[in-house]
């Protein structure tokens, strides 16, 4: 059998008034009002579900801050810093040394404790030198 002996025959048929009524079926199909993703959104359900959950959060912000709210002193609150984070805060803020020297207390301050220590042993500051300081950045000895 050779390919000159087949019979050109078209096999495929269409339809009777298949391409006069294609465009009313795909217009047909374009209205039909199906979900793009397969499922549709119940919003009394997610009403069910969305307000315990923003309840809950609430009662937990509300609990959480309640609790952050102790009663503790300015020394307590500063007790739980550390010292590498003060030494921070200062260095980024633009507070100087005179600002924090003048809110220190000196009253409180215990200096013959200090006197004692063994850096202020190295030191060789007497009486004089002292003066001498206080002469010259204006302390009082009232202070001391």
Known sequence: MKLGDIKKKNIYTVPENYFEQLPMRIQARVN???PVFGFSLN???SYKIAFPAIVMVLVVFYFGIKSN???LSADEILAQVSTEDLIAYIETTDITADEIIEELDFSEIDFDEYEQSPLMQDMEIN??????????YGIEDEIL
């Open 32 to 34: 039909d009002k199906k």
């Open 43 to 45: 919003w009394n359900l």
């Open 127 to 136: 009486q004089d030198n002292i003066n001498a300081l206080m002469d010259e």
């Open 69 to 71: 709210n102790s009663t």
